[in-house]
């Protein structure tokens, strides 16, 4: 198999394959296949973590923001939504789970290796911008929760997000096993919080199931708001994130251990969204009920119009009582400081991948976080609350540009046989998974398009200046549309999956005498320097 760009990885391929057999010859007289003879539900727990880190990004305070402002405008006839969402977000993250699963690298690394120097400096710049979009409502939700818990200023709380998010990251050297007990810890609090808001107000249960299974766009924004809600749930940072995580365990080098582990990493996945999908539901109920209730004050009613992570919290103070604004502190507080967990990780993998950096854990912490609380620091010491706020939407139109710039590349690497070999998606998970991805995609590039074009018709700007946005925005648009369509159409060059005739011939005849499970996967892993917990 000829490897157009990286003429070594044949020889490299080649060791490490001789490397394995004496390894799986070696393991056998040493009992090392006992793993596998572990009963089904042991093996599930030992891969139990990374589905509960990446939910995060689906309960963000990004997310909440967004779930607050449809329940607000629209009650619950867009619950659909969310779970149209998420079930593509379980298929997409069950792809990222494979990939590294089966190549032993991550998407940022397979980026690394495929792309040319061009493209892949454009996508580690895209991947970054992506980071630090996704952790401004994070960082800023924090402050939020700081400010309505404790009643400090939110660039105060910004500072503490900081900080607070390295002192957990230092749990990281105890193991990566007790940052994620940490993180589903957070998870269930606020499962508990939102439940109990919802116990409170009892929407009625009819309704919200009617808005859950029948999809509706009804009154004025409702599409819009829908729109956002889509953009909002997918995350571009998360796909490094999910096919990086994967590879703290370890995945027996045998066709049935590459399966299985495949299937525990999608049953845990999809529990963990199935948890992220019933809170969103809460939050989405909670509001439509409190907005929606038949006593509010004009006050009141004016928040409802424009419903944001901080007016919220006066919301249910003023018409619920001061006990529900502080179960809403404390799950805003667990959700944005988990959040940043992940982001920070997120950032670390992109840097590493990318650009093959090797530095000290707590150096590489420290600076992916300073690069990414930046620019709500700025913005909240000058514009305050109002001006952190409109930040958080400025944040979620970036991750809805930045999509295409992670999706694709996994869609393509997972159907790709140069990448997966025989564990390449279906046809039906490619027809699928593509027709849905290029769905979000359009929907997100029509959204931002017709924001814009609205935006430029009616702003107060003198024609001369619309005329000199519109001179350099256009042609961006039209760079981006050509980038989009490159990465779609492009043929990928690299192998990562390496077999020779031999190993094939062997494949052949352990499948006739059905054996083929235990035979070693002839995938290539020259993964260096991973920089997981130890």
């Not at 957990?168 to 007790?178: P, S």
């Not at 119009?305 to 249910?316: A, I, K, N, T």
């Not at 390496?498 to 070693?520: F, I, M, N, W, Y």
Request: aromatic share 10%; net charge neutral.
């Amino acid at each position: 198999m000829e490897i157009e760009r990286e003429a070594p990885g044949n020889d490299k391929a080649r060791s490490w394959r001789a490397n394995v057999a004496q390894e799986d010859s070696k393991s056998k007289l040493d009992g090392g296949d006992q793993p596998m003879k572990e009963p089904a539900w042991k093996r599930f727990l030992a891969h139990v973590g990374p589905g509960f880190m990446v939910s995060l990004a689906y309960l963000d305070p990004g997310n909440l923001e967004t779930d607050l402002q449809a329940g607000a405008n629209h009650r619950y006839e867009l619950l659909w939504v969310i779970l149209i969402g998420l079930i593509f977000a379980l298929i997409i993250q069950s792809l990222a789970a494979n990939l590294g699963v089966v190549t032993g690298r991550h998407l940022a690394e397979i980026c690394k290796s495929e792309y040319p120097k061009f493209v892949r400096i454009c996508l580690w710049i895209l991947a970054e911008v992506a980071v630090i979009a996704a952790d401004i409502p994070e960082v800023i939700g924090t402050a939020f929760a700081f400010n309505l818990l404790f009643h400090i200023p939110v660039w105060v709380g910004v500072l503490i997000t900081g900080s607070s998010t390295l002192l957990l990251l230092g749990l990281q050297r105890y193991g990566v096993r007790k940052l994620e007990f940490l993180i589903s810890m957070l998870v269930f609090v606020m499962a508990a919080c939102f439940f109990g808001e919802l116990s409170i107000v009892k929407p009625p249960a009819v309704e919200v199931i009617k808005g859950l299974f029948i999809p509706r766009l009804k009154g004025d924004g409702a599409t819009a708001d829908a729109i956002a809600l889509l953009g909002a749930l997918v995350m571009p940072h998360n796909l490094f994130l999910h096919s990086a995580l994967v590879l703290s365990r370890k995945t027996p080098s045998s066709v049935r251990g590459i399966k299985d582990a495949c299937r525990f990493f999608l049953y845990e996945s999809g529990f963990a969204l199935f948890v992220a999908l019933l809170i969103n539901i809460a939050v989405i109920s909670v509001s439509g009920a409190v907005c929606f209730s038949g006593n509010l004050s004009p006050e009141d009613a004016d928040k409802c119009s424009d419903l944001s992570l901080d007016s919220s919290s006066f919301l249910l103070k003023n018409v619920l009582g001061r006990s529900s604004a502080i179960v809403y502190g404390v799950a805003l507080l667990a959700s944005g400081q988990s959040s940043t967990i992940t982001g920070t990780y997120s950032g670390q993998y992109i840097m590493q991948g990318f650009l093959d950096i090797r530095m000290k854990k707590w150096l590489r912490n420290l600076m992916t976080r300073c690069i990414a609380i930046a620019p709500s620091l700025v913005v909240s010491i000058i514009g305050g609350s109002s001006g952190a706020g409109r930040l958080i939407i400025i944040a979620s139109m970036i991750l809805s540009f930045e999509l295409p710039f992670a999706l694709i590349p996994l869609l393509k690497f997972s159907s790709s046989s140069s990448k997966m070999g025989p564990h390449k998606n279906s046809i039906y998970i490619i027809v699928f998974s593509w027709l849905l991805g290029l769905m979000i995609i359009g929907i997100n590039m029509y959204f931002l398009s017709t924001s814009f074009v609205g935006w430029l018709i009616h702003n107060s700007l003198p024609k001369y200046a619309n005329v000199l946005v519109g001179l350099v925005v256009f042609p961006l648009m039209l760079i981006y549309v050509v980038a989009v369509i490159y990465l779609t159409l492009r043929k990928d060059t690299v192998v990562t999956f390496v077999a020779d005739s031999t190993q094939l011939v062997d494949a052949e005849k352990a499948k006739a005498a059905g054996e083929e499970d235990d035979l070693p996967v002839p995938f290539r892993q020259d993964l260096a320097d991973i920089p997981l917990p130890e």
